[in-house]
């Protein structure tokens, strides 16, 4: 599974898969974009390599009780 934060800096919105690699990503959480992004990547070339079956997930837009919908304090815009 992966976040959102493996897309490019300013993707435009809906967010398509063509858009992974296809820029510049965020520099405050680049390192951790870098490690998901390895995963995706190793999923594909298993593929290739040996007919590895790999699904990647990305639920970007899932909520969940407890969620934070302030407009003051929540670090993402619901």
């Known amino acids: ?8 800096k300013l993707t435009p919105q809906s967010i398509k898969e063509e858009y992974l690699l296809a820029g510049s990503l965020e520099l405050t959480n680049e390192c951790y974009a870098v490690a998901k992004i390895a995963g995706v990547k190793m ?33 993402v815009l619901p």
């Open 1 to 8: 599974m992966g976040p959102s934060s493996i897309y490019l």
């Open 43 to 75: 999923c594909q070339a298993y593929g290739c390599e040996y007919g590895f079956n790999a699904t990647c997930l990305m639920p970007t837009n899932l909520y969940s009780p407890g969620d934070n919908f302030d407009s003051l304090t929540s670090h």
